[in-house]
């Protein structure tokens, strides 16, 4: 098949394309669709899964933790011993070093985040107190993350994301010189929405940062662990250890959840830190909670019993997104590949795929695929303050519809950036 660079046609044969991919969009636009693509949200077949952990606890299960606490009363406020060993292991850092939550990590994140404002770290002022204060966001990178570090006023700087992780040549001589730089927003592995993960070296860089706050932290959430979805998974530096070896303990705040490996809205979820740290939050969440739901904890523990169960799990799920993602592949190949006018990932794992489309464009693409019934994540929701300086950035999140919907919108989709292209190039 003949593949046109469309930035090298002939306005005229462009024009003609132009035609075709209005006539087949209006096509489109008749069916009256309504699909949403939007967030990375688990299908219902990947939900009905864990059904069988709600049948787990009845009234003749044993209800105690190994250390002998009933776990429908109050209590263990760090969690249940076996819970913070699943999430030691997870996240690959030692179990006294876990609190374990309710069912949010982004709720832990923004916990974190207020108890830094409010109540600061050893021997540092509240950040409250500190004045103008930035944080760092590598871009594309999650939403809200973004929002939570937006709604505390701090000013975000785009760090530029590269396929090793976030540009650390721009990392470290930011962080050098400027204590008003407190933290932070870290996806090492599958990143959202580019689903890279940070290199070795890019973990190193990370332990050996000296910047100039000493209040400043990493916030490393690695929603995406165990979120595989190929036979040749990436594996990701221990940071932990590496921040070990360098001394520099206390400047790593690590979160994970069960939210895509359980249910996004009945998971648990944990953040691990120093004891210096473990200090502060400790202390917050004491008046914050005479412990968290630790039913639910035992739930995902008799359902799991160990990571290699968490493993056989992240299979399960595998099954049923691996044949979503290859469709995304698939689709994005056939109808733009040779074009000249889109670059996307291809991730071994996590939720999403990231599209850039010709600059100025993403905003166009995602208009068209609303009119046409595909709701798709905002245009520049991947950069700070929803604004993507090239207007390029697109997230798509394949996971939640039903293959034959996702093939529709993808096809849909490819129709929305040709044509996005071939109007910005006559324009
Ligand atoms: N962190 C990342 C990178 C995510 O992509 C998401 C959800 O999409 C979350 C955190 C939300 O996690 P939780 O459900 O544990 O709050």
């Known amino acids: 098949m003949l593949v046109l660079d469309y930035r090298s046609m002939s306005n005229e044969a462009l024009s003609a394309e132009k035609a075709d991919l209005e006539k087949r969009y209006a096509d489109f636009k008749a069916r009256g669709l309504k699909l949403n693509m939007a967030r990375g949200k688990p299908g219902v077949d990947q939900l009905d899964l864990s059904m069988p952990m709600l049948d787990i606890l009845n009234s003749t299960s044993n209800i105690y933790a190994s250390t002998g606490d009933d776990c429908r009363n109050y209590g263990l406020g760090d969690g249940l011993p076996e819970m913070r060993e699943l999430f030691a292991e997870m996240l690959g850092i030692d179990d006294h070093n876990i609190i374990v939550g309710g069912n949010s990590s982004l709720n832990m994140m923004f916990d974190a985040i207020s108890c830094a404002m409010t109540h ?57 010189d400027d204590p008003t730089i407190k933290g932070i927003w870290c996806v090492p592995k599958y990143s959202n929405p580019t689903g890279i993960t940070y290199s070795d070296e890019t973990v190193r860089r990370f332990a050996a940062l000296k910047p100039a706050a000493p209040d400043f932290k990493i916030f490393w959430d690695n929603a995406y662990c165990v979120h595989d979805l190929t036979d040749t998974p990436d594996t990701l530096l221990n940071l932990w250890h590496e921040c070990r070896k360098q001394h520099s303990i206390d400047m790593p705040i690590f979160f994970a959840s069960t939210s895509k490996i359980t249910f996004p809205g009945a998971g648990v979820a944990a953040m691990g830190a120093s004891e210096h740290n473990l200090t502060v939050f400790r202390e917050h969440y004491s008046y914050q909670t005479i412990g968290p739901d630790k039913l639910n904890q035992l739930r995902h523990i008799y359902f799991f019993g160990n990571l290699d169960g968490v493993k056989l799990q992240m299979e399960k799920h595998r099954a049923i997104l691996e044949p979503k ?103």
């Open 120 to 176: 600061g770290f050893p021997g540092c002022k509240p950040w409250s107190q500190q004045g103008h204060l930035k944080f760092l966001c590598p871009s594309p990178g999650y939403d809200r993350h973004f929002a939570i570090t937006e709604y505390f006023g701090f000013e975000l700087i785009t760090v530029p994301m590269t396929d090793q992780g976030p540009d650390m040549d721009v990392v470290e001589s930011l962080v050098k």
């Open 325 to 427: 993602f290859q469709v995304v592949q698939e689709k994005l190949e056939s109808a733009l590949g040779g074009k000249n006018i889109a670059e996307w990932t291809n991730p071994n794992g996590g939720y999403f795929v990231s599209v850039d489309v010709m600059d100025g464009c993403a905003k166009r693409v995602v208009s068209l695929c609303k009119e046409a019934g595909v709701t798709l994540t905002g245009a520049g929701a991947t950069f700070p303050y929803q604004k993507d300086p090239r207007d390029r950035n697109i997230r798509v999140a394949p996971t939640y519809p039903p293959v034959s919907e996702l093939e529709l919108a993808m096809d849909l989709f490819c129709i929305a950036v040709q044509l996005a292209a071939v109007e910005k190039i006559l324009a």
